[in-house]
């Protein structure tokens, strides 16, 4: 059974740059979640599809981020215009709901520098 | 809304001595609760989760948890200490009819031999 998995790493770029993440789930899983952690914080909640649905968004999630399961099953993570504040490790889950149950399973996660 | 509070953020133990990473939440009712661990540069693993069943709940690598109603707790013990659990750990709380996670700001664990 292969993990979730995320491109890039690690990234590095200059500011005004745009990026853009990869992330593949575990197969099957129906819900796929994104959270940004920087440094010496707990992972915060940007947003979730459940297949190709974009069914939540947090209020940190500005104008610059958006994302995409356009088939249900990898997602990318696009952020324009990147600011050094940007800079973080953005983690990708997916999940399988059965009922209310969702445990949600982490990738390693691509670390972003913005110079 | 829902909040998780891990109170210390550096525990520091001797290697075979009891782990106890303290956890408490706020929730209007019994929330969904899991713990995860995370190595230097690596995304999260869950060690435990508690889902309205036994309260007390077994995880990986010899880690349990036990979710105290009155105390709005979920600690995070392990009797016996070993180098390979540096890391840092993470509570976190999702609604019973909710999706996403909200994590506490994390535990690093010493263990000095």
């Known amino acids: 059974d292969t993990g979730v998995s995320q491109d890039p790493r690690h990234k590095i770029t200059k500011r005004g740059q745009n990026v853009t993440f990869r992330c593949d789930p575990i197969?099957?899983?129906?819900?796929l979640y994104w959270y940004r952690q920087t440094l010496g914080q707990g992972p915060e909640f940007l947003t979730y599809?459940?297949?190709?649905?974009?069914?939540?968004k947090s209020r940190l999630l500005s104008d610059r981020f958006s994302a995409e399961r356009p088939k249900g099953s990898f997602s990318t993570l696009e952020i324009q215009r990147t600011e050094q504040g940007d800079s973080a490790m953005y983690l990708c889950?997916?999940?399988?709901?059965?009922?209310?149950?969702?445990?949600?399973?982490f990738g390693p996660g691509t670390r972003l520098t913005v110079l | 809304a829902q909040s998780v509070t891990q109170l210390g953020s550096h525990v520091s133990v001797s290697e075979g001595a009891l782990v106890l990473l303290r956890c408490n939440y706020s929730?209007?009712?019994?929330?969904?609760l899991f713990w995860y661990v995370q190595y230097p540069n690596q995304g999260l693993q869950l060690l435990l989760k508690?889902?309205?069943?036994?309260?007390l709940v077994k995880g990986i690598n010899g880690f349990e948890a036990e979710f105290k109603k009155s105390e709005t707790s979920f600690h995070l013990t392990k009797p016996s200490a070993h180098m390979s659990d540096a890391a840092e750990y993470f509570c976190?709380?999702?609604?019973?009819?909710?999706?996403?996670?909200?994590f506490g700001e994390g535990t690093q664990l010493t263990v000095n031999p």
């Open positions: 599809f459940q297949n190709e649905a974009q069914l939540e």
């Open positions: 929730s209007s009712v019994p929330p969904y």
């Open positions: 197969s099957e899983h129906n819900r």
């Open positions: 976190a709380v999702r609604r019973t009819s909710g999706s996403r996670l909200t």
């Open positions: 508690y889902t309205s069943a036994a309260t």
């Open positions: 889950a997916s999940s399988l709901v059965k009922g209310t149950t969702d445990t949600q399973y």
